[in-house]
């Protein structure tokens, strides 16, 4: 049985403008001399969440970001959707913690289907991480 829920999800860091991210990097180096240990990172583990979704945001952990653009129209392609083989991580894992609550794996990591904004009709895009 799934359990859908609402949530809210921040940017890939690359999506970012640097100077918010040398400010997120010296805030997470703060709170590690503060507290004596490694502080939960930006990137893997506040802005995006795991698992299965529709919408949100893409991650680009394996390569370099790659803007996806329409092969119709040209138009930066949304995200409509995210198979992620891994579903569970301490910062956003659901409570109490279930497994693999899906129970479907798709593969090593991540396969994603993005849409075109400008015209729905336009060929999705797909991509893996």
């Not at 991650?59 to 092969?71: A, G, K, Q, Y």
């Not at 891994?86 to 993005?114: C, H, I, K, L, M």
């Amino acid at each position: 049985m799934l359990y859908p829920e609402q949530i809210v999800e921040y940017p890939w860091a690359d999506y970012l403008p640097p100077a918010l991210v040398e400010r997120i990097d010296a805030w997470e180096d703060a709170f590690q001399e503060r507290v004596g240990r490694e502080a939960p990172t930006y990137q893997y583990d506040l802005s995006l969440a795991p698992g299965w979704k529709i919408g949100g945001w893409d991650s680009w952990h394996r390569t370099d970001l790659v803007r996806v653009h329409c092969e119709a129209c040209r138009a930066e392609m949304r995200l409509l959707l995210t198979m992620d083989a891994t579903e569970n991580q301490a910062s956003w894992g659901p409570f109490p913690p279930v497994g693999s609550p899906t129970g479907v794996a798709a593969g090593r990591d991540e396969y994603r289907a993005f849409v075109c904004p400008a015209d729905p009709a336009h060929p999705h895009r797909m991509s893996t991480q």
